[in-house]
């Protein structure tokens, strides 16, 4: 009966050695994790960045357009002196 006692101790054994490789590849996986989440995250941030950079001078471009054919329509209308 100690044969089938050591047996299992030795399965055991080779399971607690298994789990503790699995273990330290999840905490390796998790550490490459933590790196691409920072570098989402600066990502994101830069994109925000260009969002609103090309966003304020879409904005520009419009006003100056409505302003351009605001002045344009005014000079066009009848009544008015040039």
Do not use: C
Request: hydrophobic share 40%; net charge negative; aromatic share 4%.
């Amino acid at each position: 009966m100690s044969t089938a006692k050591d047996r299992h101790y030795q399965q055991l054994a080779a399971k607690f050695q298994s789990l503790s490789q699995e273990l330290a590849d999840t905490q390796h996986h998790f550490a490459t994790l933590a790196k691409q989440l920072n570098a989402m995250n600066n990502l994101g941030a830069m994109h925000a960045a260009q969002f609103m950079a090309i966003s304020r001078l879409l904005d520009e471009e419009m006003v100056q357009k409505m302003d351009a054919a605001e002045t344009q329509s005014q000079s066009t209308e009848p009544g008015t002196t040039q």
